[in-house]
């Protein structure tokens, strides 16, 4: 079982940046894909961005050129570096925890808000 706990979210205004982190415990292995997904009110859970144990990432095309997702696999712990937020970044983001032919595991979640 794997446990993730998030840290980060608060409100910003738009044009600010913000830092999510997420820890993840239990039985981790080496081999894993990390990632950063969002659900706005009203919307479904989109992903945000991803990475692999390797470094490989993937990001949604509304956030390439201001996130950053990065991960220090030493800590089991993966970093999304958040700027030039705008309202529409608004949502409760998820941290996920996946290894290939098994189910995500995702963290409590926690709320970015983008207002002035």
């Known amino acids: 079982q794997v446990q993730l706990v998030e840290s980060g979210g608060g409100l910003v205004q738009p044009g600010g940046s913000l830092k999510l982190s997420c820890a993840a415990s239990g039985s981790i292995f080496s081999i894993n894909t990390m990632g950063w997904y969002r659900q706005a009110p009203g919307k479904q859970r989109e992903l945000v961005a991803i990475i692999s144990s390797g470094g490989s990432t993937n990001y949604a095309d509304s956030v390439k050129g201001r996130f950053t997702i990065s991960r220090d696999n030493a800590k089991n712990t993966v970093y999304l570096q958040m700027n030039s937020l705008q309202p529409a970044d608004t949502a409760v983001y998820y941290c996920?925890?996946?290894?290939?032919?098994?189910?995500?595991?995702w963290g409590q979640g926690t709320q970015v808000t983008v207002s002035s």
């Open positions: 996920s925890y996946n290894i290939w032919g098994s189910r995500n595991y």
